[in-house]
């Protein structure tokens, strides 16, 4: 597996993480997908850091409430709602998940794809920060997120993810085709894929 191994951060606020293990090559898009306005829809996912001009200003202490209480901080960002999220070029993986051992169809954008709409350069060594509902932060490195052909599932088996359940959107990748983790006991497998993913920071 190409890069240093990756490092996972955990931040708890006021709800303590469900189980221990985060219950538990894409080029930039030149498309208009990375500049349009954010869309009329509720927001989903907001790519923040180091990336291009971004479609939204700072962090609003009034309005990003679960941010703030997350420490999250940006001066910029690039927010995306469902129906830009379903614009990006969509994979599908299949892998065994812990929950009940058994095989299940998710797809969704790379999260590469993602990062290069939202400007991210992806030529460059980048520290990734997953972040989910519940604050639980995984943070590989762009080389991981790369090698692991990670995705933003936003369905399984055909089916959006609910919030409340995996969803919104859920980092993870084919677990049972990764040398990394293949030979890992499933439970031990997704503690880089954060469900109920919500905001990605993108740091040099």
């Not at 089916?159 to 439970?187: C, R, T």
Request: net charge positive; with cysteine; aromatic share 6%.
């Amino acid at each position: 597996m190409p890069g240093k191994p990756f490092t996972l951060e955990i931040t708890m606020h006021k709800r303590q993480f469900l189980t221990a293990a985060a219950v538990a090559g894409a080029l930039p898009l030149s498309s208009n997908a990375a500049t349009k306005a954010p869309g009329a829809g509720p927001v989903l996912l907001t790519v923040g850091g180091e990336i291009g001009k971004g479609n939204r200003g700072p962090l609003d202490k009034v309005v990003d409430q679960m941010m703030g209480k997350h420490g999250v901080q940006f001066s910029r960002a690039h927010s995306f709602d469902a129906a830009a999220l379903q614009r990006l070029p969509a994979v599908s993986i299949r892998t065994t998940l812990e929950y009940d051992n058994q095989l299940h169809q998710l797809s969704g954008p790379l999260v590469a794809t993602v990062l290069g709409a939202a400007g991210a350069n992806l030529k460059a060594p980048l520290r990734i920060g997953l972040r989910a509902v519940d604050g639980y932060n995984a943070t590989p490195s762009l080389v991981d997120i790369l090698g692991w052909k990670m995705i933003i599932a936003t369905h399984m088996d055909g089916k959006p993810l609910a919030l409340g359940g995996l969803g919104p959107q859920w980092a993870v990748y084919e677990a049972d085709s990764i040398a990394a983790f293949k030979s890992k006991p499933v439970n031990e497998r997704f503690a880089a894929c954060p469900w109920g993913l919500y905001y990605i920071d993108v740091a040099i």
